[in-house]
Nanobody
């Protein structure tokens, strides 16, 4: 069983920045690949960024050059630094991981970008 708790969302003006955090329970966090997803109103949930246990990363095209995913295994936390935010980044952002057949989600954190 893995529990994920996100924080760091909020209201920001276009061009601003936010850093999201996701704390994971469990003693083997360093072995997990971790993902950030988002879901905007009326749209499907989409992957934003992922980070593998070894630190390699991958980003959705919409996030490349603006968002950075990182992890601190000492505190079981994955981060999403979001810069140059746009109104179209408005969504609920979710942390996600998969262990074997089991998929875990956090409760989400709202990000709202005003124009």
């Amino acid at each position: 069983q893995v529990q994920l708790v996100e924080s760091g969302g909020g209201l920001v003006q276009a061009g601003g920045s936010l850093r999201l955090s996701c704390v994971a329970s469990g003693s083997i966090f360093s072995l997990y690949a971790m993902n950030w997803y988002r879901q905007a109103p009326g749209k499907q949930r989409e992957m934003v960024a992922l980070i593998n246990p070894g630190g390699s990363t991958n980003y959705a095209d919409s996030a490349k050059g603006r968002f950075t995913i990182s992890r601190d295994n000492a505190v079981n936390t994955v981060y999403l630094q979001m810069n140059s935010l746009k109104p179209e980044d408005t969504a609920v952002y979710y942390c996600n991981t998969r262990l074997g057949p089991n998929v875990y989600w956090g409760q989400g954190t709202q990000v709202t970008v005003s124009s």
